[in-house]
């Protein structure tokens, strides 16, 4: 299968096998998931949603207003479609929980094939550590929706301490979302 370029702003560019970034917005960086529950779905349907359709999980992290993904695309994937199933999803239950009916949730996309391994570590990092580069915790093991543990628990050590090696803070990334979450015990939520 050949690379499939989707002609919009901004340009996707699906890769079959490669590794993708990619960030998803709300639209207006609304901070539509803002308690544990909302996170919870966030983080549920999307990686749920990747995984089912044969993308491996690498890295991630879902915050108030958005969500970054390190994926490995399978040979066969849809890129486009899968994201429209998950962003309806998303929109749907969303709604319902804030009894909202019809307001559009997610707005946009962009994704990056990455192609080379020093692009790889540095994102991969990037990704982990984006609850620390937003402010939202001091240590990205902290923060219940991100990779941080998992990656840590499911990967040898020393590839965890290559990835961690690299400058997480000099990726140029869509990335310019306030965001705000306090820790609560049990109880995370966004403050208001």
């Known amino acids: 299968m050949k690379e499939v370029d989707w002609h919009h ?12 970034m990619v ?5 207006h960086k609304t901070h539509v ?23 491996r999980l690498h890295a991630w992290a879902f ?13 066969d994937g849809d890129f486009t479609c899968l994201l429209r199933e998950l962003h309806s999803k ?15 949730v997610m707005y946009q996309f962009w994704d990056r094939c990455i192609s080379d391994d020093n ?4 994102r991969m990092n990037y990704v982990i550590q984006n609850p620390v580069k ?9 923060y219940p929706y991100g990779s941080a543990v998992w990656f840590e628990k499911n990967n040898r050590k020393s590839f965890c301490r290559r990835v961690f090696s690299y400058k997480w803070d000099k990726v140029q990334e869509q990335d310019d979302f306030d965001v705000v979450w306090k820790s609560k015990g049990e109880h995370d939520v966004l403050s208001e």
């Open 9 to 20: 702003a901004p340009v996707h560019r699906f890769v079959p096998g490669a590794v993708h």
């Open 23 to 27: 960030t998803a917005s709300t639209l």
């Open 33 to 55: 998931f803002r308690d544990n529950r909302r996170f919870s779905l966030f983080m549920r349907v999307v990686l749920e949603g990747f995984s089912g359709q044969g993308w």
């Open 63 to 75: 915050l108030s207003n958005h969500y970054h993904l390190i994926v490995q695309a399978p040979d």
């Open 90 to 104: 998303l929109a749907l239950e969303a709604n319902r929980m804030d009894e909202t009916p019809k307001r559009q």
């Open 119 to 122: 692009s790889y570590y540095a």
């Open 134 to 142: 937003h402010g939202l915790v001091e240590d990205a093991r902290l």
